[in-house]
């Protein structure tokens, strides 16, 4: 992580290939551990690096792009893994949760899927863990009157709350690992235009879930449990969540405008920093410099979980953009762009197929990353295509959205799937499918009328 921002921030190129030596060597020592998803890939990742040289015209120059991506990958889930840290002990944390699981079944999809969206742009994966236990202490057979059924319907109907707000981060959080990817690999991109476009097609993404969730309520089952009273807490720790977040994205936004660097980097900059603050506040009444000292000696007591528990995350992640970065090496933008023309697919088209390619193909095991990694290094001159930024990023984060809330080989459906006890094709496509069809004609009509305006 620090080798990589400071490559990040001086350029000097010892630095990147001291990071990728440290990203091998972590994978290496955490082989043992890995399950066999992030073992294939790196695996796969590993030939393709090999067999570079018979597809590459500039191999060497290809392998550092390759290594950077992955290496940028590592440092992003390590510089966010502060943040899930000072949660971990954090009562605000608990107390948002409570207050999302104990609403009553007309608001609880709302509040889950806003919750879980809303609590994971601090929490990341963690955040699954957090409300998928507090659904399966709530949703006992207790709860639901000795109605097996009852208990049934409510574990698929929260849990899809959940799956499809957590998978709103890529629009609408300014601390998701997909907009710093986007902004990384197609430098026209601007942030500003982006990030309202992507919260206001989250928003219409979570209300169309919740009108999709009343359509498929059993209301015959309605009468058969009575009415929960919610937590009189109200919405005061959500709010001060909120504004918690908040404040990590503006001061990121400041430190941006201040030394004149990229957002990315400045998020990166700014989440331990703040991360340790928020630790220091928890312990705020055994005085400042005590505070610190505890908060501090936590972290170092904490490290070898804090990052050993990254391991699936940063192997995916890692491999996955390693080998997209090597497959659009060995495709020249030019020949891909002239290749949509002959086809007749030139600007809003592309941005549609770009959706569709973004839902469809992780449902054949191709990690969204990996996806998304081949499409932005293939199209990073979006102007080759006819097509805005703007709209190519949109398309981008709309169909990474939708796929990790269906696909069953990502992360969030296998975390999501092993808590509800059910196997990932039922978490992903059973209880998700056909809502994430109807999503898809959504989004495209959605991005086919703001390409219009744009």
């Keep these: 992580m620090a080798l990589t921002l400071g490559y990040q921030l001086s350029g000097i190129i010892a630095l990147a290939l001291a ?17 066999r998803l992030p073992r294939t890939l790196v695996t796969i990742a590993t030939a393709m690096t090999f067999a570079l040289p018979w597809f ?9 792009e390759a290594f950077n991506r992955a290496a940028w990958f590592g440092t992003f889930l390590a510089a966010l893994s502060f943040l899930r840290e000072a949660a971990a002990t954090s009562p605000l944390v608990r107390q948002c ?22 609590i994971g742009v601090l929490l990341n994966m963690a955040v699954l863990n957090l409300l998928g236990t507090m659904v399966q202490r709530a949703n006992t057979l207790t709860a639901a009157a000795g109605h097996r059924i009852v208990q049934e319907v409510r574990t698929r109907r929260m849990f899809s709350a959940m799956i499809r707000g957590f998978g709103t981060a890529p629009l609408g ?23 309202p476009l992507g919260l206001l097609t989250m928003l219409l993404l979570i209300a169309f879930g919740w009108l999709w969730d009343q359509r498929e309520a059993p209301r015959h089952l309605a009468g058969l449990v009575g009415r929960q009273a919610p937590l009189p807490r109200g919405w005061v720790p959500i709010t001060r969540f909120f504004a918690l977040a908040v404040a990590v994205f503006v001061a990121a936004v400041a430190l941006e405008a201040l030394a004149t660097i990229p957002l990315p980097i400045a998020i990166l900059l700014t989440a331990p920093a703040a991360a340790f603050m928020w630790m220091i506040t928890q312990r705020r009444r055994k005085g400042l410099v005590r505070a610190a000292a505890l908060s501090a000696a936590r972290l170092i007591r904490r490290a070898p979980d804090q990052f050993g528990s990254m391991r699936t995350e940063v192997c995916v992640l890692a491999a996955a953009g390693l080998m997209g970065t090597l497959i659009a090496a060995a495709i020249p933008t030019e020949a891909f762009a002239e290749l949509l023309v002959m086809l007749g697919v030139h600007g809003l088209p592309v941005a549609l197929l770009v959706l569709l390619l973004m839902v469809i193909l992780p449902q054949f095991g191709l990690n969204p990353v990996l996806v998304a990694t081949i499409i932005l290094s293939s199209m990073s001159r979006p102007e080759l ?21 269906s696909s069953p080989v990502t992360t969030s459906i296998l975390i999501a799937a092993r808590m509800a006890q059910v196997s990932p094709r039922v978490a992903g496509w059973s209880w998700n499918g056909r809502f ?3 999503a898809t004609f959504l989004l495209l009509a959605w991005i086919s009328l703001l390409g219009l305006i744009l």
Excluded: C
């Design 436 to 438: 994430t069809v109807a």
């Design 19 to 35: 990071s990728h030596v440290a990203l091998i060597a972590y994978v290496a020592l955490e082989w043992p551990r890995l399950t």
């Design 97 to 118: 949760g409570e207050v999302v699981i104990t609403q009553p079944p007309a608001k609880r999809y709302a509040t889950l899927s806003g919750g879980a969206f809303l």
């Design 385 to 405: 295509f006819g097509l805005s930024p703007t709209l190519l990023a949109l398309a981008t984060m709309s169909g990474w959205t939708l796929a990790i809330g």
């Design 56 to 64: 590459s015209g500039a191999p060497l120059q290809a392998l550092l």
């Design 173 to 195: 959080s300014p601390l998701s690992i997909t907009l710093a990817m986007i902004l990384s690999m197609v430098p026209s991109v601007d942030w500003r235009n982006v990030l």
